[in-house]
């Protein structure tokens, strides 16, 4: 069914009003704080619009205020900041602060989660209107109250609304099933790497890193480095195994060798925690540490497995010294002990490991690949029944 004649059905004849937002609903501004005025701790939460989209620091207020500067479970709210979007709020009574409008609907004419989606709908097309650059604008309540959007009869708003909550349901369940079967396969992850890592004493041989690897002492020249082979601390990926391309390749001196099967750790924090097993021969720096295996009684993949560990983490974590970006100790470092199973072992337990981690980086991978699609489902369908057409006098105002 084409989208002219699903609406012509859903609207069953009934004209659609385009009225500016002003006429159906407020716009109440919160309340505008003073630093001082904003605690640590305190009667009411104070939700501003980092807390609104992604900061979980609050602040709190033991302000008495008129009523009407609280919003709690189930009021719509609308962040007109550098961030804009609407949302339902769900999470308790709180004082919402100057940058956060509570939008309420005139129930006669327009339902609450109609408007909610209209918003929404409406959120990109003002983005586009309102941005230079990077750059967000404010919007103003004047502007806001003065869009003209579409307004059906209210049981044409009912049918909408359930359409659209329903794939809205659908898109929240398949992200919890994906994000649990994430969250089991990590943690029969997390359980064979602690089980097939973990030796008795006295069952294998024990030895330091330093004493089956070195770091690099080799040097190359800026000519032979690029994008793909030069490797800085910001192209390791973080908490998972390979790199990005560099978009700062040297363009002069020599950088720190590296070669196939050696060994990169970040050395500086936030980044300890990054690791790759170099698949080439290429160039770093002095925040990338090389290591390089000089005991064939290791193997390099088993070698990486081991320092990919969370034990290896939290012992580079506690040697690691300087105050603001502390730095691995590159001597503690060489004194970590490292268990050495025979060569078939560790053969083995690579073997399980990658399969392992081939699957959980799957599904890391694809999780958000997977919800993005089913957003992009959400929003055509939104697009699809809130596109109603134009009349020409409202086109030309």
Same mark, same amino acid.
């Given at each position: 069914m084409s989208q002219l004649n699903y609406l012509e059905k859903l609207l069953d004849g009934v004209e659609v009003?385009?009225?500016?937002?002003?006429?159906?609903?407020? *716009?109440?501004?919160?309340? =505008?704080?003073?630093? #001082? +005025? &904003?605690?640590?701790?305190?009667k009411y939460p104070v939700l501003r619009v980092g807390n609104f989209f992604t900061n979980n620091h609050w602040y709190y207020s033991d302000l008495e205020l008129d009523e009407d500067k609280y919003c709690d479970n189930g009021d719509l709210l609308y962040a007109w900041s550098a961030s804009f979007g609407p949302r339902i709020w769900q999470e308790g009574k709180v004082i919402y602060h100057y940058h956060i409008w509570k939008v309420i609907p005139n129930?006669?004419?327009?339902?609450?989660?109609?408007?909610?989606?209209?918003?929404?709908?409406?959120?990109?097309?003002?983005?586009?209107?309102?941005?230079?650059?990077?750059?967000?604008?404010?919007?103003?309540?004047?502007?806001?109250?003065?869009?003209?959007?579409?307004?059906?009869?209210?049981?044409?708003?009912?049918?909408?609304?359930?359409?659209?909550?329903? *794939?809205?349901?659908?898109? =929240?369940?398949?992200? #919890? +099933? &994906?994000?649990?079967?994430?969250?089991?396969?990590?943690?029969?992850?997390?359980?064979?790497?602690?089980?097939?890592?973990t030796f008795e004493e006295g069952e294998i041989e024990w030895k330091t890193l330093g004493e089956v690897s070195q770091y690099s002492k080799e040097r190359i020249g800026y000519e032979q480095l690029n994008e793909k082979n030069?490797?800085?601390?910001?192209?390791?990926?973080?908490?998972?195994?390979g790199k990005e391309n560099s978009s700062h390749v040297p363009t002069k001196g020599n950088s720190t060798k590296y070669q196939e099967n050696d060994i990169l750790i970040g050395n500086i924090r936030p980044y300890l925690k990054k690791i790759w097993q170099a698949d080439c021969t290429g160039g770093t720096n002095g925040d990338v540490l090389v290591i390089h295996i000089t005991d064939e009684a290791v193997l390099p993949r088993y070698l990486y497995q081991i320092l990919a560990d969370d034990s290896f983490f939290n012992y580079n974590m506690q040697h690691a010294k300087g105050a603001k970006m502390p730095r691995g100790d590159k001597a503690k470092i060489m004194e970590y002990k490292i268990p050495i199973p025979p060569l078939d072992e560790q053969q083995r337990i690579v073997s399980i490991l990658d399969k392992f981690d081939a699957l959980t980086t799957s599904l890391t991978e694809g999780l958000p690949r997977e919800i993005e699609l089913r957003q992009q489902q959400c929003e055509y369908y939104r697009d699809l029944l809130l596109s109603f057409p134009k009349p020409e006098v409202v086109a030309h105002d």
């Open positions: 009003e385009w009225r500016e937002l002003g006429e159906v609903c407020r *716009f109440i501004n919160g309340r =505008a704080y003073k630093k #001082a +005025e &904003l605690l640590e701790k305190g129930t006669e004419i327009i339902k609450k989660k109609y408007l909610f989606y209209l918003l929404d709908w409406d959120t990109e097309a003002l983005k586009a209107e309102q941005s230079t650059g990077s750059t967000m604008k404010h919007i103003g309540k004047g502007l806001i109250e003065k869009r003209m959007l579409p307004i059906p009869p209210l049981k044409v708003q009912t049918e909408i609304v359930r359409i659209l909550d329903t *794939f809205a349901e659908l898109t =929240a369940e398949l992200t #919890a +099933e &994906l994000t649990a079967e994430l969250t089991a396969r990590q943690q029969q992850y997390a359980y064979y790497r602690d089980k097939l890592l030069y490797v800085g601390v910001n192209n390791l990926l973080q908490d998972k195994a």
